[in-house]
């Protein structure tokens, strides 16, 4: 993959034109994207507010925020990041884990969306069913599916919202090719997803389980062959890394990283901040 690399000056003029037309396209010839560029306004993804339909061309990548359909109908909310030059990028998507939200993902300690975006790889993070903005069942009510009061068939959803997220990619975005990365629920659910897509590249599953919340990667894990997956835990984190052995078990092409300690998620990637370097590299060069 070849990485975004702006003139400096260039930038700068960029984020001049940018401030000054607010909503505006951003007229600097190194920093036009697909949907133009536009200021954010205030707000984040998990303020439960309507979607702000905004861009931000600072440093070089263009930021939407979306939503589109699962299979059920429910909404799905997410930001989509790019560089803001040139044809159309390959997408990562990212799923968080439970009680969390698609902001996780641009965590100072485990920036996987500046990460992706200076290697020239755009990122679709979106809010799992039930979390953030992706709150609206198609029934009309709302379900905050953290507090684990509902039915596993609520949760079983989160596999075919990550299958809309790969399409939109596809779609809209126009990504030539699109890869996955999940944390604990999200893991499952883009290990399951995975699992039915054959044309997707990837997938990494940080901690994931032999079932979370009546999510069930084995069956899918076995089939992959010899398609890249790539599996880490911790050992303080003994559900998963146990969870991790046995899937790995189901199949020997499978690739997996245990390490000693990191915790659950994320943290076991700001708790080595190295790794969060190779899989990058790694996930770009599969793209």
């Given at each position: 993959?070849?990485?975004?690399?702006l003139?400096p000056?260039?930038?700068?003029?960029?984020?001049r034109f940018?401030r000054?037309?607010?909503?505006?396209?951003?007229?600097s010839?190194?920093?036009?994207?697909a949907?133009?560029?536009r200021?954010q306004?205030?707000?984040?993804?998990g303020?439960?507010?309507g979607?702000?339909q905004?861009?931000?061309?600072d440093g070089?990548t263009?930021?939407?925020?979306?939503s589109?359909a699962a299979a059920?109908?429910?909404?799905v909310h997410g930001t989509?990041?790019?560089?803001?030059a040139g044809?159309?990028?390959?997408?990562?998507?990212?799923?968080?884990q439970?009680?969390q939200d698609r902001?996780?993902?641009?965590?100072?300690s485990?920036d996987?969306v500046s990460g992706f975006?200076v290697r020239?790889?755009?990122?679709?993070?979106i809010?799992?069913?039930g979390h953030?903005?992706?709150t609206?069942w198609p029934?009309?009510?709302r379900?905050?599916?953290?507090?684990g009061?509902?039915p596993?068939?609520?949760?079983?959803?989160?596999?075919?919202?990550v299958?809309a997220?790969?399409?939109?990619?596809r779609t809209t975005?126009?990504?030539?090719?699109v890869a996955?990365?999940g944390?604990?629920i999200?893991?499952n659910?883009?290990?399951?997803?995975?699992g039915g897509?054959?044309?997707?590249?990837?997938?990494?599953?940080?901690?994931p389980?032999l079932?979370?919340?009546?999510i069930?990667?084995g069956n899918?894990v076995?089939?992959?062959?010899?398609r890249?997956?790539?599996?880490?835990?911790a050992?303080d984190?003994p559900?998963?890394?146990?969870s991790v052995?046995?899937?790995g078990?189901?199949?020997?092409?499978v690739?997996?990283q245990?390490?000693p300690?990191?915790?659950?998620?994320?943290?076991?990637i700001?708790?080595?901040?190295?790794e969060?370097?190779r899989?990058?590299?790694?996930?770009?060069?599969?793209?």
């Amino acid at each position: 993959m070849t990485n975004v690399a702006l003139v400096p000056q260039a930038q700068a003029r960029g984020r001049r034109f940018c401030r000054l037309l607010s909503a505006s396209l951003c007229l600097s010839s190194f920093l036009v994207g697909a949907a133009g560029c536009r200021v954010q306004p205030p707000g984040g993804p998990g303020d439960g507010g309507g979607l702000p339909q905004a861009s931000n061309c600072d440093g070089g990548t263009n930021a939407e925020e979306v939503s589109f359909a699962a299979a059920d109908g429910l909404v799905v909310h997410g930001t989509a990041v790019q560089p803001c030059a040139g044809a159309p990028r390959p997408v990562v998507v990212l799923s968080h884990q439970l009680c969390q939200d698609r902001r996780e993902w641009s965590a100072a300690s485990h920036d996987w969306v500046s990460g992706f975006a200076v290697r020239g790889v755009a990122t679709l993070a979106i809010d799992l069913r039930g979390h953030g903005q992706s709150t609206l069942w198609p029934d009309g009510s709302r379900r905050n599916l953290c507090t684990g009061n509902y039915p596993a068939a609520d949760y079983a959803g989160m596999v075919s919202d990550v299958q809309a997220a790969v399409a939109y990619a596809r779609t809209t975005l126009g990504a030539p090719t699109v890869a996955l990365v999940g944390a604990s629920i999200g893991s499952n659910s883009s290990l399951v997803a995975y699992g039915g897509d054959a044309a997707l590249r990837m997938v990494v599953a940080l901690s994931p389980g032999l079932d979370y919340q009546g999510i069930r990667p084995g069956n899918a894990v076995g089939a992959y062959g010899t398609r890249p997956a790539l599996l880490e835990a911790a050992s303080d984190d003994p559900y998963s890394a146990d969870s991790v052995r046995q899937l790995g078990q189901t199949n020997t092409n499978v690739t997996t990283q245990i390490f000693p300690s990191g915790g659950h998620g994320n943290a076991l990637i700001a708790a080595h901040p190295s790794e969060l370097v190779r899989v990058l590299d790694l996930v770009t060069s599969l793209l």
